[in-house]
């Protein structure tokens, strides 16, 4: 042991358990925990009110972790630390890898002007993305093939490791989480604290759920918004309050002793890997958050309709299953993926409105706003991303609703004005006889809007748009 003290840097990595810096940094003795908060570095993807939401219980949830010695700062994370070192007696600082472009860059001029000793690990992806090469040693661009070919043939994750088995702390800045000012003026967020728990403890709470009443039948009952096979995990997973090792190994430890959730495991790790892909894409292509990555795409003549952005902002398309969505996703943060999915064709593709306008909604609502995968994911639904979706692709909401909600328990949790209304029209009310509207209280234009589209002739002209490239 030595006196030096090692300041461990917390970035995208709010846990103590399976932490690979930390637990490297434990083991020199002293430590000094710090979290940075550098929001600007950010520029044009700062972030967004759910994340900041998200980001303040979680630091509140680490900080009593560590006894509340957990030192906050805000400003230029190199100024920061070179002032820290100067001032202390510091003989190394370590952390965790991101892998936004701006993140990775200021790390590698911190590596540089520091003139102690930085070591950085990976404490957030199963796979580093310069390890998944083709042959050639050029990246993949589809998803199946960097998946199967490339990541189940590498390389074993590494297994999750322990919470340090002594962990010295200092506490150094009088800084309190709250002048961080992460939590808005506002009091929307107050619907989502009733809907999550954040921090570390809650995310292994979460997971152990998933697998004990969501993983059976997860690979067909997943599409389902009303069931519970989903994991929830994305939010935390972004925020590193548990780390995709542990996710992948509690899994697979569930098909280790029953086989019957083979199937289920196998699909369920693959979403885990579509994540890695999109990280992949991310550091590969760092311009995916906001060019096309297919080039054609920069020709495509997007609509600019700022009432059709509002009425799916707002949930008031007219589309009971697009509206629940965008609404869940307002009293929430979070939405289905599933519904995700319907919600981006329809602006897209029936509205032809630019992926931008979703990406930067979703940016700024969901608590799980993840650069990778916000902008691999917008890029994949409008047709211009890698493994991209057809664009004869497009998600008919009615049909969708219809198969996926059939007893409209989603829809109607998340557009009660519908409550009364049979499963026959629920998905298509502008159908239904006004007999049928009476007796379910609805007044179509005033308590429930009519569809702001003509599904059929949108669908046309998407498709007449997408062939003209």
Sequence with gaps: ???????????????????????????????????????????????????????????????????????????????????IIKENNIGAVYWNRCYEPWRMKA??????????????????????????????????????????????????????????QKLSLLKNSNFALSELNLLPDKKWYKRME?????????????LQEFLDNGLLNYKDSRNYPAKKNISRLSPYLHFGEISPNQVWYSAQAKKAINYSYSKDVDHFLSEIGWREFSYYLLYHFPKLPRD?????????????????????????TGFPIVDAGMRELWQTGYMHNRVRMIVASFLVKNLLMHWHNGEDWFWDCLVDADLANNSASWQWIAGSGADAAPYFRIFNPITQ?????????????????????SNEFLFRPWEATEHALKAAGIVLGKTYPMPIIDLKASREEALSAYRSL
């Design 401 to 421: 609703g219809e198969k996926f909600d059939p007893e409209g328990e989603y829809t109607r949790r998340f557009v009660p004005e519908l409550e009364h209304l």
């Design 194 to 206: 009733s809907f999550w728990s954040v921090g570390e403890d809650s995310a292994q709470q979460r």
């Design 292 to 316: 096309n990555f297919q080039a054609k795409f920069d020709r495509f003549q997007w609509k600019n309709d700022q009432s059709f952005i509002k009425a799916w902002q707002n949930g008031q």
């Design 1 to 83: 042991m030595t006196d030096k003290i090692t300041i461990f840097w917390f970035r995208q990595d709010l846990r103590i358990s399976d932490n690979p810096g930390l637990f490297e940094a434990a083991k020199n003795g002293l430590v000094l925990p710090v979290y940075l908060f550098d929001d600007e570095l950010a520029a044009d993807f700062r972030l967004g009110s759910a994340s900041k939401w998200w980001l303040h219980h979680s630091l509140q949830s680490l900080d009593k972790s560590l006894d509340n010695k957990l030192n906050f700062y805000v400003g230029d994370s190199k100024t920061i630390l070179s002032k």
């Design 107 to 164: 790390d590698n001029e911190i590596k540089q002007s520091l003139e102690i000793e930085c070591k950085s690990f990976n404490g957030s992806l199963l796979w580093e993305p310069w390890e998944i090469l083709k042959a050639d040693k050029s990246s993949y661009k589809v998803f199946t093939p960097f998946y199967r070919n490339g990541c189940l043939r590498a390389s074993e994750p590494r297994e999750p490791l322990p919470k340090p």
